[in-house]
């Protein structure tokens, strides 16, 4: 199989199920977003040292996997017919689970947290950033063309997971978040 088709030089590109539709489709937009979510939750896995965050890093890629495919896939008798998976609601089980276990070693927050600390951490708040745009994305997927499962669900609490990841990295490196504390109304940036 080539890497190049030539078929999308136009600004098309074919839905699983045969439709076609432009690049710049909402189904194309949220996808997408997955699929570049998916490539950031990649790159926090590789800059984590973490062995016990590695397995469930590698079962969210591939769920990312399957939920894009879902977003690919506008019919949902095709859907079924070809075992397109959805994320299910033990999937986000799994998520609120290793919340559970990440914020038990956390000192609680008292005020936000700016993004940054280690390159783990840093590479976790990118996912989760990009994660609440895949989300948005996904929303506004639903709001026109209802979704059947467990998606958005999924993709609320795996920004939320990123985000305690995020802070786990700094907690273990011993590097503690950097507190936002504001400026004062009318005070000068320069």
Known sequence: MKLYTRRGDTGETDLFGGERVLKDSLRVEAYGEVDELNACVGAAAAASEQADLAPLL?????????VGSTLATPDAAHRSKAGVPHASEADVEELEAAIDRAEAELVPLKSFVLPGGTAAAAAFHVARTVCRRAERRAVALNASEPLDGAELRYLNRLSDLMFAWARLENARAGRPDIEWVGRERGQSTT
């Open 58 to 66: 590698q079962r969210i890629q591939s769920t990312l996997f399957d």
